[in-house]
């Protein structure tokens, strides 16, 4: 069985394209076309159901993802065992909502005393568990909603409020409802983990706030908010921000935690006393 046609496999359902999975790879379309096939033959059955709007899994492909996908990444992390540390080298992809102040907590008291040399990425958030997963990286940094997964440290935690411009009516409110936004303009951290779960809650109380703003930067946001623009759901570490309050609200339950995540050769080599 041909490795490179399991990342043909993987690229393809991730991608929901051929064309994408090809470039993803840096093969033709008629090559990756005929690893899939190959595949399919050598396992029996089809992976992938092809239409006009792309790819697709079939139960059988469903089946086959997760073995296939710890199959590669257990071939890259014998690759970048191998390679990486004759280099002395520890790859590190690095979110782009972590905050500053962790980022370097975590270079000093858990990435350099490795001794090995640094190679620092930046990522989108999204995309930091696959990263890991696919041996792009042997660390990752990120903000993580719910339980932390297997090897990785919780660095700090943090819950979600509404921040407002302290001069805005709302800010001398302790808590709010899901109803109290109903007329507010909004702006939205497009980077965030907790967008889609904010949307939901409003959702569900029947609210639709306009939106005047969507931002990647979280000095951005709050250069909105301060300048009362509009209003915007952020971690509540950021109430520490001159001229914004953040303001718990009701149904905002969930927590993030900035994560340092790591494959397992490192955790056992580097990490496992942490």
Known sequence: MNINHLRFFLAAAEEGSLTAAAERCFVTQPTLSAGLKSLENQLGGQLLLRSKQGVSLTSFGNLQFRTCREIVHRANRLLSANKDDSLGLLRVAVSVVVPVGVLSAALDEYLVPTGLKLRVMEIENSTAE???????????LYCHLGAAPAMSLALGEDCFGLAVADSHPLAARKRLKPSSIANES????????????????LR??????????RVNSDERSLALVKAGLGVCVMPMSMAAEQGVTVIP??????????????????????????
């Open 186 to 201: 909004m702006i939205v951290r497009m980077h965030s983990e907790e967008t889609d779960k904010a949307t939901a809650v």
């Open 249 to 274: 609200v009701q149904g905002f339950n969930y927590r993030r935690s900035v994560l340092l995540q790591w494959n397992d050769h490192y955790w056992g080599k580097y990490f496992s006393k942490v």
């Open 130 to 140: 696959s990263v890991l997963q696919q041996g792009k990286a042997d660390v990752v």
């Open 204 to 213: 569900s109380n029947g609210l639709k706030p306009q939106v005047i703003a």
